[in-house]
């Protein structure tokens, strides 16, 4: 197999632009702002993975991310381990968790919203067995977490350097979409995605790659999940609740669905939203809901998309169309 | 003495069974305005607790404003009921041009959008505000069992509400053609039923039977904003299990896991219980995707 690594240059603009952002804005709430954005933005290329690529309705993305976020911790606290030796078990777990859903989801059979409806009571029982192990998790008052040493922390302190980290993972997680859609794993989900019977029968093991999908997607949520909960300072079941799925939904739908791009434009523009709209209180799900709805309704292909298409029609070449 | 023990732990037995169906009945009520839904409009309603919450709001309203306790509940039931259909002929309409998979998979999106925006706008206007109705008698004592007179009552008014659903459907024409559209959509058509009125008249049923819910909660417990999601996956759950196109499946698993819920809780204590139930639903799922009682209307 060739191995060619593409690193999309707008990606590389896109993140040093980020990069270059703690110079400008350095206040502690900014910095958490711009955090959360690249915290996001991982979620929602997960989600383009699992949902996008593989159509998996996973509406159990805020549990996974949330498994391997009380895993880690819970194992840090109670065996006083370094909390970068717990992180992989809970990354372990919440794959394993992820391609168990998938691979029982596939081999039963169940339609796209049957997926949904298994994976949203899973993430309904998480909730409930997070509020209901008190002893272990805290329970609605959430946990705190051991203090995560991230690297480079003695020159640019603590926020500074964890918006590093974790905006370089969101690079990393970017670039590796960019190549994911290109692998033969890509291809072979693009084949299953138009035509699943005929990809089933020129030898694509549909199951396989459907279960590899949502691993991948798993592990990334639950990195990030993990980094959020030390970023926080603390796991709650009011982080990594079921409208944590809808956010990440949502970002999803505005960036646009199975595109390179979408992820980032939309995690920075429904955080930037979320945090302009604090002030109203519950109304901020309405905001929220309204946008799902307009979105869903009228505007399928989100933002990147259609700027994509703008910028073929000036540049007069055509993106050959999918399914 | 032994005995004695026995016959106590028969009695509290049978309170938990019956304190189970009552809380099924109520269950029942609040799946089977989504099972309607579900199998006319194709919409798996996310909103369909926020119709029960808008009753509830609706009422407490106009109760405290000096409306007759009865004619305002009825007021809200109704509200519930035409703010269904309007949903049916305005933000819905696009769905329905969709088909299959797509049609159910936008529909989940768009009711889900529709109950944040339900769920922001009644928690935003009325924080604190909750809708209860007080039953006169606290306990009553029948052969010697005693029950929650509240339980009792909200137990009725749901077995009730059942009942003139079932009426409604199986012997008038109109209910009738219902149910021959929730069997086939294309031959009922054929056969000079108008199925997009008769959905409409079905999202009007289950806003009805939402706000009905409302009544049979508010006199068992209360009913406030905010809880608009969690109302919603008890009907998922119910809906679910009894087989989700299902009128009468959704009546039985109601019941079913009532009393399910009420021996869970009495045994083990009430976080458990949830999670049992929804074990209930996952399994239900993986073992028979088309629910446990299937096949009738």
């Known amino acids: ?323 | 003495m032994n005995l004695d023990l026995a016959s106590i732990a028969l009695s509290d037995l049978i309170e938990v069974l019956i304190d189970g169906i009552l809380f099924g009945l109520q269950l029942s009520l609040l799946a089977v305005g989504l099972v309607l839904i579900f199998g006319l409009g194709g919409i798996l309603n996310l909103a369909h607790g926020e119709f029960v919450i808008v009753t509830g709001v609706i009422s407490a309203v106009l109760i405290s404003s000096g409306w007759n306790p009865a004619v305002a509940i009825l007021a809200g039931i109704l509200f519930s009921g035409i703010l269904a259909l309007a949903l049916d002929r305005s933000v819905l309409r696009p769905v329905y041009r969709l088909e299959g998979e797509m049609e159910v998979l936008v529909g989940l999106f768009v009711t889900l959008g529709l109950a944040f925006t339900l769920e922001g706008i009644t928690s935003y206007l009325f924080p604190g505000l909750y809708f209860s109705v007080r039953v006169p008698v606290e306990t009553v004592s029948i052969f010697g069992l005693s029950f929650r007179a509240s339980a009792l009552v909200s137990g009725m008014i749901s077995f009730l509400s059942l009942m003139l659903l079932l009426l409604f459907l199986g012997k008038t024409m109109t209910g009738k053609a219902i149910r021959a559209a929730l069997q086939n959509q294309t031959g009922s058509k054929v056969c000079g039923i108008d199925v997009d009125r008769m959905r409409s008249l079905v999202f009007f049923l289950g806003g009805l039977m939402a706000g009905l819910a409302a009544l049979a909660k508010g006199i068992a417990s209360s009913v406030e904003p905010g809880s608009g999601l969690e109302l919603t996956s008890y009907a998922l759950i119910v809906g679910v299990v009894g087989g989700v196109r299902s009128v009468y499946g959704a009546m039985v698993a109601g019941i079913l896991l009532g009393i399910v819920n009420a021996l869970a809780g009495y045994l083990l204590g009430t976080y458990l219980t949830l999670v049992i139930l929804l074990a209930i639903v996952v399994a239900v799922i993986l073992y028979k995707p088309s629910g446990l009682f299937a096949g009738g209307v």
């Open chain 1, 1 to 323: 197999m060739k191995i060619s690594l593409e690193i999309p240059k707008p990606a590389v603009i896109f993140f040093l632009i980020f990069a270059l952002l703690p110079f400008l804005f350095s206040n502690p709430y900014q910095l958490r702002i711009m955090t959360i954005v690249a915290i996001f933005s991982s979620f929602v290329y997960a989600a383009n993975i699992i949902i996008g690529e593989s159509r998996q309705l996973f509406l159990c993305m805020s549990a996974l991310a949330g498994i391997s976020a009380y895993t880690s911790a819970i194992l840090a606290s109670s065996y006083h381990l370094n909390p970068w030796i717990t992180i992989p078990a809970g990354v372990l777990f919440s794959v394993a968790v992820g391609a168990m859903l998938s691979y029982v989801s596939i081999v039963r059979g169940l339609g796209e919203v049957f997926v949904a409806i298994v994976t949203l009571t899973f993430t309904l029982i998480f909730e409930n067995v997070v509020l209901g192990l008190r002893w272990l998790t805290m329970g609605e008052t959430g946990l705190v977490t051991p203090v995560l040493w991230w690297p480079l922390q003695e020159i640019l302190g603590r926020r500074v350097a964890s918006y590093y980290t974790i905006l370089l993972f969101a690079f990393f997680v970017s670039v590796f979409y960019a190549n994911f859609i290109r692998s033969r794993l890509g291809i072979a989900l693009r084949a299953i995605r138009s035509d699943r019977i005929s990809a089933e029968v020129v030898g694509i093991d549909v199951t396989r790659y459907n279960v590899i999908a949502a691993s991948i997607g798993s592990a990334i949520l639950a990195v990030t999940g993990s980094f959020y909960g030390y970023f926080n300072g603390m796991v709650s079941p009011g982080i990594f609740s079921p409208s944590m799925d809808i956010i990440i939904i949502l970002m999803l739908l505005l960036g646009g669905l199975r595109t390179l791009y979408g992820p980032l434009i939309g995690a920075t523009t429904i955080v930037l939203v979320l945090e302009s709209t604090r002030g109203f209180g519950q109304l901020t799900l309405t905001f929220l809901g309204i946008m799902l709805v307009v979105l869903i309704l009228t505007f399928r292909e989100g933002i990147s998309s259609i700027a994509e298409k703008a910028f073929a029609r000036i540049s007069g070449s055509e993106r050959e169309p999918e399914a």
